[in-house]
């Protein structure tokens, strides 16, 4: 059987709440997942995932998860928590890369 639906976009925390709404009309379960690591780590399968979805769908996502993951955090259950930590983390790593870039001279 096919795991749950996984977004793993760079959305606000209330697209990912309605894309749980309509995966939950259909009866599917949902998983909120957003990535970090980019093109290097993504070949390498070592990217981090940041989702929440309830423990149903975390079973059910968890081999493919594991397969593009080296590290997983279970957010909790509810959606819309993997795009908040997302939202934060991502201008974050951005504002330390350029900071590294001017440390560096490039």
């Known amino acids: 059987t096919a795991g749950p639906p996984a977004a793993s976009a760079i959305m606000s925390p209330d697209a990912a709440r309605g894309l749980a709404a309509k995966a939950a009309a259909l009866g599917l379960d949902y998983i909120d997942a957003p990535i970090s690591g980019g093109a290097v780590k993504a070949a390498a399968g070592q990217m981090t995932v ?6 149903t769908a975390f079973a059910k996502a968890r081999p493919v998860l594991d397969c593009i993951a080296a590290k997983v955090y279970e ?9 908040a930590f997302k939202t934060i983390c991502w201008p974050l790593s951005n504002s330390m890369s350029s900071r590294n870039c001017e440390t560096v001279g490039v």
């Open 50 to 55: 940041m989702a929440s979805g309830t423990p």
């Open 75 to 83: 957010l909790g259950d509810d959606p819309g928590t993997g795009a």
